[in-house]
C-alpha cells in the first residue's frame, strides 16, 4: 500500500546496551533494522497448504496444549485464544504445518468471536505464507462476521473494516477488489439502519468511481507524453493523480511543472525549488491544506500529509500564534492519518492474574508506560504479586535522529520492537537498560511485557529525543493501537 506521507513508514537501527547501578553493564553493540508495518500485500507463497491428513495431527495436538482454552465458551475467552493462537503462529518457525493450523483457527475463532482485528491479521499471514487467496478469504471474513452480526454496534466494525481494505485495494489500483470490498460494506451499512454510515460509504464508493475513472485517464495521458512530453493537458492529467490520488508526489511535480492548470503549476514550481526559508515553507503547506478542504476523503488524506510535511520542517523555526497554528493543523493531520489505518490512542493492555501471561483478568487502554505500584496490586480484582501485563500497539517516531530508549521496572521485563527482541531480562532489580538508536520517522510496532514475581512492582519506559540529554516517560501521544484491541 503506497500512503508513504499518510503512514510515516519507519526504520532504525539500535545498538543495545544495559546499565545496572551503580555500575554499568555494556553489552556488544548489535545492529538490528527495524522495519515499520505494512499493510496487505499481494500474496506471494512459499509454503504448500499443508495435506489434511497433517493438518488433522498438528490440530491435535494444539488442541491439547490449549485444551482448556478451547473448551472456553465466552466471547473474551474466545478472543483471548484467537490472540494467543496467532501469537504462537508467530512465534513458530520449524513447523509449517503447526502454523497454518494456529493461523486457520485463529480466524476463524476470531470471525466468530467479533474480533476482526485479529482474523484479518491471521488472513493476510495464511495469505503471504501459503498463497491463498487474500481477497476470497477477506470478503468471507467480513461476510460471516455481518451475518453473526445484528446491531449497529455490532455491523459497524464490519462496514469500517471493508472500507479500510477497499482503501488498501484502491492504493494498489486494484480496482476490483476494491469495488467487492465497498459493495460488501454498502451491504452491511445498510443492514445497520444507520443513515450516516450508509452516506458515507456511498460516498467513497462514488470516489472509488471517480479515481477508477482518473486511473485511466492517466494510463493515456502518460501514452500522450511518450510522444509529446510537452502536451500541459496531459501532464496535468497524469500529474494530478499521481499526486492526488497516488501520493507519489515524485513522479507527480515534474509534470505539474508546465501542465495546464496554473495554479498546481505555480505549487509544483515552489515545491521543485525546495524552499528553506519557514515562511515559504509554510505558505506552501497551506496551499495543499486549502486545496485539501475541497477534495473526497483518499486525496484529502493525502495533500493533508503534504501540508504536514511542510509543516514540520518549518515549526523549528516558529513562534507565537504561527507555531500554534501550524502545531494544530500537525495533529488534525496526524489524527486522520491514525484514523484511516483505524488507529486510536494508547496502548492495549492485557492483564494477568499470573506472572507468565495466562489467566487473563481484564484489558484496557494505557496512554502510558509508566506504573509505580510499589506493594499494591495494578488494578481493582488483581493480585498484588505474581502477576504479568502485555502492552501492544504503535509507536510513532515523530523525528529522526540519535535518540535512546530507556527501560526500569521491577522485576521482569521485555521489550520488543517491529518484532525484533531489544530487551529481555529477567530480573530488573537496580537495573537500568538504555538502547542507543537512530530512529527515521515512523509508526513502529511495539510489544511490551511485564512479570512481577513479589514485592514492589514498578515499570517506565522512557527515551531521550534527538539533541536531548534530558530522560522522559514516552509520551501518551507517541503510542496507539488498533481499533478493538481495547476490549
Known amino acids: ?274 524552499p528553506v526559508d519557514p515562511g515559504e515553507q509554510v505558505q506552501l503547506g497551506n496551499e495543499w491544506w486549502e486545496i485539501a478542504e475541497k477534495q473526497g476523503h483518499i486525496i484529502k488524506l493525502h495533500l493533508q500529509a503534504r501540508a504536514a510535511e511542510w509543516y514540520r520542517r518549518a515549526l523549528p523555526q516558529l513562534a507565537g500564534i504561527k507555531s500554534e497554528s501550524v502545531q494544530k493543523r500537525l495533529e488534525e493531520s496526524e489524527a486522520a492519518a491514525m484514523s484511516q489505518l483505524m488507529l486510536e490512542p494508547g496502548l492495549s493492555a492485557e492483564l494477568f492474574s499470573a506472572e507468565n501471561f495466562t489467566k487473563r483478568a481484564l484489558t484496557r487502554i494505557d496512554s502510558q508506560i509508566a506504573f509505580d505500584w510499589q506493594e499494591g496490586a495494578p488494578s481493582e480484582g488483581m493480585p498484588k504479586d505474581n502477576f504479568s501485563i502485555r502492552w501492544t500497539g504503535m509507536m510513532n517516531v515523530r523525528t529522526g535522529g540519535r535518540c535512546t530508549i530507556l527501560l526500569t521496572a521491577n522485576s521482569g521485563a521485555r521489550v520488543i520492537i517491529d518484532d525484533k527482541i531489544v530487551f529481555d531480562e529477567a530480573n530488573m532489580v537496580r537495573k537500568h537498560l538504555h538502547v542507543p538508536a537512530e530512529f527515521t520517522p515512523g509508526l513502529h510496532t511495539i510489544r511490551v511485557e511485564f512479570w512481577d514475581g513479589g514485592g514492589a512492582a514498578n515499570i517506565h519506559l522512557m527515551w531521550m529525543t534527538p539533541g536531548s540529554t534530558k530522560e522522559e516517560t514516552i509520551p501518551a501521544s507517541a503510542f496507539y493501537h488498533e481499533s478493538g484491541t481495547g476490549r
Request: charged share 25%.
Open 1 to 274: 500500500m503506497r500512503f508513504k506521507p499518510l503512514i510515516f513508514l519507519g526504520a532504525m537501527t539500535i545498538g543495545v546496551c544495559a546499565v545496572a547501578a551503580p555500575r554499568s553493564d555494556t553489552h556488544p553493540l548489535i545492529a538490528i533494522k527495524l522495519n515499520g508495518p505494512v499493510l496487505p500485500a499481494a500474496p506471494a507463497a512459499t509454503q504448500p497448504v499443508p495435506e489434511l491428513s497433517a493438518q488433522s495431527a498438528s490440530e491435535k495436538l494444539i488442541h491439547n496444549i490449549y485444551k482448556t482454552d478451547y473448551s472456553a465458551t465466552g466471547l473474551p475467552e474466545r478472543q483471548a485464544l484467537a490472540q494467543k493462537l496467532l501469537r504462537e503462529a508467530f512465534e513458530t518457525h520449524d513447523d509449517w504445518t503447526a502454523r497454518y493450523v494456529l493461523l486457520r483457527d485463529a480466524r476463524d475463532i476470531a470471525i466468530h468471536a467479533g474480533d476482526l482485528t485479529t482474523a484479518l491479521k491471521a488472513v493476510d499471514d495464511l495469505a503471504r505464507e501459503y498463497g491463498i487467496d487474500a481477497l476470497e478469504m477477506t470478503l468471507q471474513a467480513l461476510n460471516t462476521a455481518g451475518r453473526s452480526a445484528d446491531t449497529v454496534a455490532a455491523l459497524e466494525p464490519v462496514v469500517r473494516m471493508a472500507l479500510f481494505r477497499m482503501d488498501a485495494a484502491v492504493e494498489r489500483e486494484d480496482y476490483l477488489a476494491a469495488t467487492k470490498l465497498g459493495d460488501l460494506a454498502e451491504v452491511q451499512a445498510i443492514r445497520a439502519k444507520k443513515p450516516s454510515l450508509t452516506t458515507l460509504v456511498q460516498e467513497r464508493l462514488k470516489e472509488l468511481r471517480t479515481q477508477q475513472q482518473q486511473s485511466e485517464q492517466a494510463k493515456a495521458a502518460r501514452a500522450t507524453l511518450k510522444n509529446s512530453p510537452a502536451d500541459a493537458d496531459a501532464r496535468l492529467t497524469a500529474g494530478r493523480f499521481a499526486c492526488l490520488a497516488r501520493a507519489d508526489w515524485e513522479t507527480g511535480l515534474p509534470l505539474l511543472v508546465g501542465c495546464a492548470d496554473a495554479a498546481l503549476r505555480g505549487i509544483a514550481e515552489r515545491e521543485m525549488a525546495r
